[in-house]
């Protein structure tokens, strides 16, 4: 059959057709380029902000205030009593610091000494801490002990009421007595800030 009027040669698509579909294919790829693009602009400009670094939340309930010291010493047998003397002039220390704390909570008030003593060895750090957690072995001397602080009414923090915590980390060994002014008893409550304590000793330069 001979070919119709306006048709190609051939069966072929018209010429019309083909630049349409090619427009239409450049569209496409136009678009994809157009969002990949933003994409990847999004991704480079992202304004999300930066995660804060959160400081961390104080789990200490007890404001301790220093009252006394930090008092330093390296002759820890001159500082100390009884078996512990004895046990220092053995074993002599690396270091020695003292401080005195007041705290208050409710209506109770009590002053907490710390100590902080420094081994040469933590075997020998060990050791003191051994030794100072038996009664009638002595310790080393408080500050309200060897007369330095003589605030009125401050409590005798190594007397039979007293609380007793002691920590070794490494070579050193920190050591806390506390009592309550004008004889509260609350050993519950004495004994929490006597353990809070403990902490202080790494303030104790």
Same mark, same amino acid.
């Given at each position: 059959?001979?070919?119709?009027? /306006?048709?190609?040669? /051939?069966?072929?698509?018209?010429?019309?057709?083909?630049?349409?579909?090619?427009?239409?294919?450049?569209?496409g790829?136009?678009a994809?380029?157009?969002?990949?693009g933003?994409?990847?602009f999004?991704?480079?400009?992202?304004?999300?902000?930066?995660p804060?670094?959160?400081?961390?939340?104080?789990?200490?309930?007890?404001?301790?205030k220093l009252?006394?010291?930090?008092?330093?010493?390296?002759?820890?047998?001159?500082?100390?009593?009884?078996?512990?003397?004895?046990f220092?002039?053995?074993?002599?220390c690396?270091?020695l610091?003292?401080?005195?704390?007041?705290?208050?909570?409710g209506?109770?008030?009590a002053?907490?000494?710390v100590?902080?003593?420094s081994?040469?060895?933590?075997a020998?750090?060990?050791?003191?801490?051994?030794?100072?957690?038996q009664?009638?072995?002595?310790?080393?001397?408080?500050?309200?002990r060897?007369?330095?602080?003589?605030?009125?009414g401050?409590?005798?923090?190594?007397?039979d009421?007293?609380?007793?915590?002691?920590?070794?980390? /490494?070579?050193?060994?920190t050591i806390?007595?506390?009592?309550?002014y004008?004889k509260h008893?609350?050993?519950?409550l004495l004994?929490?800030?006597?353990?809070?304590?403990?902490?202080l000793?790494?303030?104790l330069?």
């Amino acid at each position: 059959m001979p070919a119709q009027p /306006g048709s190609p040669p /051939g069966g072929g698509s018209t010429p019309q057709r083909d630049t349409k579909a090619l427009l239409l294919r450049g569209a496409g790829l136009v678009a994809i380029a157009v969002v990949a693009g933003l994409v990847w602009f999004l991704i480079r400009h992202d304004s999300t902000p930066e995660p804060v670094a959160q400081e961390p939340v104080k789990t200490n309930p007890f404001d301790y205030k220093l009252v006394e010291g930090p008092n330093k010493s390296t002759d820890c047998a001159a500082k100390a009593y009884d078996d512990t003397k004895k046990f220092f002039q053995a074993n002599p220390c690396s270091a020695l610091a003292r401080g005195l704390y007041t705290v208050k909570y409710g209506d109770a008030k009590a002053l907490v000494s710390v100590v902080k003593v420094s081994m040469p060895t933590a075997a020998q750090a060990a050791q003191l801490k051994a030794l100072t957690d038996q009664d009638g072995t002595g310790n080393v001397s408080d500050l309200v002990r060897d007369g330095t602080y003589k605030a009125a009414g401050a409590p005798k923090v190594s007397g039979d009421q007293a609380e007793y915590e002691s920590r070794v980390t /490494g070579t050193d060994v920190t050591i806390v007595l506390a009592d309550f002014y004008a004889k509260h008893r609350d050993d519950v409550l004495l004994k929490r800030i006597a353990t809070n304590a403990l902490d202080l000793g790494a303030d104790l330069h």
